[in-house]
């Protein structure tokens, strides 16, 4: 909980600018004093219900704006203080005179970016999951963001490493007992069932650190490298896709060196587009390690898109053979306008690549369609899978935890086995920011009522 002495802190929440409301939210120990002041009310009003409010200034009496002041008394608020939020005309002069006002007032000081998020933490309010779901929900671009950014929000992360945390705990405390306690009457068959259940533990949070990285993807976008020689049409394709013009497209082969990444919702799902370098050897040092770094991005994509030129005389240029070869790869043959009725490329595996001309649009839909139904695959964990890691943070704790559980489960001596055990309960705790040995006592206590 926040200290009583916490100072009060108070913030336009809503997005600065020209807007029809702004809302400003004060919390702490002061929020219901301030309402009082700013609406010149002798209380503030019934909790969580809306009242018409005149904003005054409380030192010169002068009338500010005419909104809706709400009050949430604690700990049913946000950040489980009082808090107060008043709506006001979104105008800057408006909003600048609220929070002048509140500024005026003693023990009120302006919020620190994500203050109120803290103080929520701090309240118990929200795990650090929960905390960053929140970040992740309120900068979400597109709805599949959106829909995981909200489950993490609602705790799901949360509860599952929850869960393992318990039993290890669990685990733990019953390893301590026969320790500490090893005169006592205890079950016989504790030990190999507290390593049973360690194996089981270790096994299940293995599996969930092999998971392809799905939530980092969804998160952070499906990186997607298009690739090929040069001039078969990278830069135009990648302008066809963002519907913009953010790569050069010249006649001239070795137009692009830099990467260019462009941004795209498909169907929900973000993606990092990347136009590169065409690959080709060549003696122009810039165009080399424009090369260079097209193949490090193709190493590092999530997913590859080869473009051939439909308009050579082999589209299957030596230089892209590997590449057209791996099956994970989308091969594409573009400038069928010019190709015409040439036989199509075959590929090695008699795969065909998808015909395509972004002279004439033919073929873009079909492409486009194989690129979702694959991004897709890529960024979304199925409906009823356990909720993804979102960031490398969870990965680092979860294998922390994970290393922790193998040493416990080599180690010779039980008091060695327990210390690994609280190194994993800790690496665990701190994925939802929870770092307590309290629980521990509890347990100890309540599953075995020892000392009578
Ligand atoms: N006829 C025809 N021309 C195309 C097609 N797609 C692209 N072009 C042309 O091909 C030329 C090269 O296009 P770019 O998009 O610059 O090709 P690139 O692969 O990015 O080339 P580099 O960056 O030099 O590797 C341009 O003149 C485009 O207008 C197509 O489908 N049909
Ligand atoms: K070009
Ligand atoms: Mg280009």
């Not at 049409?233 to 082969?253: T, Y």
């Not at 193709?298 to 439909?310: I, T, V």
């Not at 979102?390 to 979860?398: G, Q």
Request: hydrophobic share 45%; charged share 25%.
């Amino acid at each position: 909980m926040t200290h009583p002495d916490a100072p009060t802190l108070f913030a336009l929440s809503t997005a600065p600018g020209r807007a029809g409301v702004a809302v400003i939210r004060v919390s702490g120990p002061r929020a219901g004093a301030a309402l009082c002041a700013l609406a010149d009310r002798p209380a503030p009003p019934p909790p969580r219900r809306a009242v018409r409010a005149r904003f005054r200034d409380p030192a010169s009496g002068e009338i500010l704006d005419d909104g809706l002041a709400l009050f949430f008394p604690a700990p049913h608020s946000f950040t489980g203080e009082d808090v107060a939020e008043l709506h006001g005309h979104g105008g800057r002069a408006v909003t600048r005179a609220i929070l002048d006002a509140l500024a005026g007032l003693p023990g009120l000081v302006p919020a620190e970016p994500g203050a109120f998020t803290r103080r929520a933490f701090e309240a118990g309010k929200l795990d650090l999951t929960a905390v960053e779901g929140l970040a992740d929900l309120i900068d979400a671009e597109t709805a599949a963001q959106r829909r995981q950014a909200l489950r993490q929000r609602d705790g799901a992360l949360a509860r599952l490493t929850d869960g393992w945390r318990d039993r290890l705990v669990r685990t733990l405390a019953h390893l301590e007992a026969t320790i500490d306690f090893s005169d006592e009457d205890l079950p016989e068959a504790l030990l190999p069932a507290l390593r049973t259940d360690m194996t089981a533990l270790a096994g299940e949070i293995a599996a969930h650190l092999a998971e392809p990285p799905r939530g980092e993807r969804l998160r952070d976008g499906v990186h997607v490298a298009v690739l090929g020689p040069p001039n078969a049409g990278k830069s135009s394709l990648v302008n066809a896709l963002a519907r913009r013009e953010a790569a050069i497209v010249s006649a001239l082969a070795g137009t692009t060196r830099d990467i260019v990444e462009v941004h795209l919702d498909l169907g929900g799902y973000p993606v990092v587009l990347a136009d590169t370098a065409g690959l080709r050897d060549t003696a122009d040092l810039i165009e080399r390690e424009g090369v260079r770094r097209a193949h490090a991005r193709a190493d590092a994509a999530d997913l590859r898109l080869l473009l051939l030129d439909g308009a050579a005389a082999d589209p299957l240029d030596p230089a892209v053979v590997d590449l057209a070869a791996d099956p994970e790869v989308i091969v594409v043959l573009n400038k069928m306008d010019v190709r015409g009725g040439a036989p199509p490329a075959v590929l090695s595996d008699g795969r065909a690549p998808l015909p395509l001309s972004l002279a004439t649009g033919a073929g873009l839909d079909a492409l486009l369609a194989t690129l979702s139904t694959r991004v897709r695959a890529l960024a979304e964990a199925g409906v009823g899978a356990p909720p993804p890691l979102t960031r490398a943070r969870h990965r680092h704790a979860l294998a922390e935890t994970h290393d922790a559980l193998v040493r416990a489960l080599d180690a010779p001596l039980p008091e060695l086995v327990a210390e690994d055990l609280r190194l994993a309960a800790r690496a665990l705790g701190r994925l939802t920011g929870r770092v307590d040995v309290e629980d521990l006592l509890d347990v100890i206590f309540r599953d075995f009522c020892i000392g009578k």
